[in-house]
């Protein structure tokens, strides 16, 4: 079992920043790629971005490619999500998830990720 706890969430306005945290807690932060979710209203949970165990390997919707950088520090088991040039369209509830491999699937739905945080709010006005 994995514990996640996301926070960072809140009201920014468009072109602004915020930075996302995901706080790990259970079994070993090392064994499971991680992935960040959203879901804005009426919509279905969209993937943003995951990191294999390492960090070293990153992936990224293209919606959020070259705005978003997500990242993990294994010694706090915790992963980031630092949201650059934000847009009202990013305005979303974001879920942190564990996928139980080491190396995110290719598939980019929630079907791999076992384990799911709570969410937190990110709200970008215009």
């Known amino acids: 079992q994995v514990q996640l706890v996301e926070s960072g969430g809140g009201l920014v306005q468009a072109g602004g920043s915020l930075r996302l945290s995901c706080a790990a807690s259970?079994?070993?932060?090392?064994?499971?790629?991680m992935g960040w979710f959203r879901q804005a209203i009426g919509k279905e949970r969209e993937f943003v971005a995951a990191?294999?165990?390492?960090?070293?390997?990153?992936y990224y919707a293209d919606s959020v490619k070259g705005r978003f950088t997500i990242s993990r520090d294994n010694a706090k088991n915790t992963v980031y999500l630092q949201m650059n040039s934000l847009k009202p369209e990013d305005t979303a509830v974001y879920y942190c998830?564990?996928?139980?491999?080491?190396?995110?699937?290719?598939?980019?739905?929630?079907?791999?990720?076992?384990?799911w945080g709570q969410g937190t709010q990110v709200t970008v006005s215009s």
């Open positions: 990191v294999a165990w390492s960090g070293g390997n990153t």
């Open positions: 998830a564990a996928d139980n491999r080491l190396w995110p699937s290719k598939d980019t739905t929630t079907r791999p990720y076992d384990y």
């Open positions: 259970g079994r070993t932060f090392t064994m499971y790629a």
